[in-house]
């Protein structure tokens, strides 16, 4: 943490070019979070630059502490919301679709998992992001938990008992709001 600290430092001391050595080390990590929102490649680079675009920008505004979390809610979050934005065109053009073709029935459907996705990616905003990308690995981009394991680079025990944490937390929190 120190070695960050004193990056930092220097970053906002004018010395720019350090913040280059804080993207070599976490473009990994950033674009790992990003894809598993997201869902591909190209969107997840995209998304990956504009969290340190974001990052960068914000740098005043870090107030010590895990710079390592702070980056990570920056990616999630702007992955989030290029998601909602994606989400809501694709499902107004569905259910335009939808409506024409069936004479409407689907649409209510199509409208509750609508709210429910969007439920899902608040909670999972406001879980930790241990928990929150390995649920994403493990039902949205359907990797089993031996592959979880390999590219997230975990021990499968570990993988395992954090899907089981994860689930307990979304459950409650699934509850709180009474949905």
Known sequence: MAYEDNLIRQIL?????????????YQNLVYTICLNIVGNGHDAENMAQESFLAAYRALKSFQGGNFKSWLCRIAVTKSIDYKRKQSKAEVSDIARFESLANGGDSVEELILLKERKEKMEIILAEIPNKYSSVIRAFYYDRFPVKEISRRMDLPEKTVETQLYRARKIIRKKWGEDGI
């Open 13 to 25: 001391l004018g010395n720019n070019e350090m913040f280059e050595q804080i993207v070599l080390k």
